[in-house]
């Protein structure tokens, strides 16, 4: 069974700062989606890594994934308040087919 | 870009009664779609894989018989809660799945409250 695991799951941080959200995943993974949910909203998508050593960045967030160490990062630059949210990262692949498995998100708090 | 309209965007219904939400997939054609039920403050949970045509497998603890889903072309999937009761209140999400060039399309949600 496929399991994806975040850290940390709750995040505050001061503007300005910078930031790294972890994502492990337990077996080989086709594909490693990061999503970004506000409250009461569904998910917008941020990135899709499809091949180890990919990095892809937007604006302040730069999302890079290790398939030997099945590692993804999600890195914050500069944080502003604009980016507080809850971060997903989501893997399938393996016995899971096309079935996104979600790690279990991680509450993002930029402060003033 | 692919884009799935999920309607209604919220929805109150009285204990005991089914309530329907539809998902449409309006510039392609949406041969998977995932169903997934949200708790307040958690991940998403995968409820069901429906596929055009064919039965939707069920997650293990899903009802199937509670939990009706009907994909019955390429552009229309949609999720019946029967007998609604007030723990089954949640946000729900559809996501059309495993697009080449998009990945997945997630649908806007509904905010399901039973009383």
């Known amino acids: 069974e496929l399991k994806v695991e975040q850290n940390p799951l709750f995040l505050s941080m001061q503007e300005g700062k910078n930031y790294t959200i972890y994502c492990n995943y337990s077996t080989t993974s086709d594909r490693l989606y990061w999503y970004r949910q506000d409250p009461g909203k569904s998910l917008e998508s941020l990135f899709v890594?499809?091949?180890?050593?990919a990095v892809k960045q937007e604006g302040r967030l730069m999302a890079s994934l290790d398939t030997k160490a099945r590692l993804s990062t999600l890195h914050i630059t500069a944080a502003v308040h604009d980016l507080s949210a809850t971060y997903f990262c989501?893997?399938?692949?393996?016995?899971?087919?096309?079935?996104?498995?979600f790690g279990e998100g991680t509450q993002l708090t930029v402060n003033p | 870009g692919a884009v799935v309209s999920q309607h209604p965007s919220w929805v109150i219904c009285k204990s005991g009664t089914s309530v329907k939400i539809e998902c449409r997939s309006l510039?392609?054609?949406?041969?998977?779609m995932f169903w997934y039920r949200q708790f307040p403050k958690q991940s998403l949970m995968l409820m069901a894989t429906?596929?055009?045509?064919?039965?939707?497998?069920?997650e293990q603890g899903v009802e199937k018989d509670k939990f009706l889903i009907n994909h019955a072309s390429l552009t229309l999937s949609t999720l019946t809660v029967t007998s609604a009761h007030p723990e089954d209140s949640s946000f729900y999400i559809c996501s059309a799945g495993g697009l080449v060039d998009y990945g997945y399309t997630f649908g806007s949600g509904t905010r399901l409250t039973v009383v």
């Open positions: 890594l499809l091949s180890n050593g």
């Open positions: 429906s596929n055009e045509g064919s039965k939707a497998t069920y």
């Open positions: 989501a893997v399938n692949g393996g016995t899971s087919g096309s079935r996104l498995t």
């Open positions: 510039d392609f054609q949406a041969t998977t």
